[in-house]
């Protein structure tokens, strides 16, 4: 009985152990992006978890406002509740999480996701502003899909 229960310890510790090796993995891949430069200078999180709450309506707003760089809105290039893209290489934002929405916005604005067209557009938006236009596309019908029964043929 004593034997039985050490041999489930052991089998605990090293089931804790292998977890740990694999958050540590995790957290290697991550530290660049969470700890850039440009990101604290900035005063910028990473983390969508500091954003203020945002608001659909205005979301849909701001999603029409012609951006300084290049003249052109959200919806210029994203489509109709961002599910229309001018170009099929342009990702479909409908419906798309909220998180991972602010927080792609807020990677473009710091630099740690870099595109010649996508980073001028998120530069100078404002906390309220990404939290709006993510509160807005994600509210908006979903395109996306995932590989589910891609396999199973
Ligand atoms: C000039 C065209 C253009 C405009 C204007 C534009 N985008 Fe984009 N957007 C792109 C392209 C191209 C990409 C893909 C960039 C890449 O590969 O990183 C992209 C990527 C994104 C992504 C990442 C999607 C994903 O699945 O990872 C988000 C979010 C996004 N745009 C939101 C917006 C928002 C919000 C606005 C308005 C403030 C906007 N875009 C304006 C062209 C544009």
């Known amino acids: 009985m004593t034997r039985t229960f050490a041999g ?7 089931l804790a152990l292998a977890i740990a090796g694999v958050v540590a993995a995790c957290g290697g ?5 969470i700890h850039s430069g440009a990101d604290r200078s900035g005063g910028n999180t ?3 978890a500091g954003l203020p709450g945002g608001h659909i309506a ?9 951006g300084a760089a290049t003249g052109q809105s959200c919806i210029d290039c994203h489509g109709a ?16 999480y909220h998180d991972y929405l602010a927080h792609t916005l ?6 740690d996701r870099d595109h010649a ?17 993510a509160a807005y596309f994600a509210s908006r019908p979903s395109q996306l899909r995932n590989l589910r029964g891609v396999h199973d043929r």
């Open 106 to 111: 807020q990677l473009y604005r710091s630099g």
């Open 29 to 33: 891949t991550d530290t660049a992006a």
């Open 58 to 66: 205005a979301g849909e707003k701001q999603s029409q406002v012609k």
């Open 81 to 96: 509740d961002g599910n229309a893209p001018l170009d099929p290489s342009y990702p479909k934002l409908g419906g798309q």
């Open 117 to 133: 067209l996508m980073s001028n557009q998120a530069r100078d938006l404002t906390d309220q502003q990404i939290a709006d236009l």
């Open 8 to 14: 489930h310890r052991a089998a605990h510790a090293a």
């Open 46 to 48: 990473t983390s969508s």
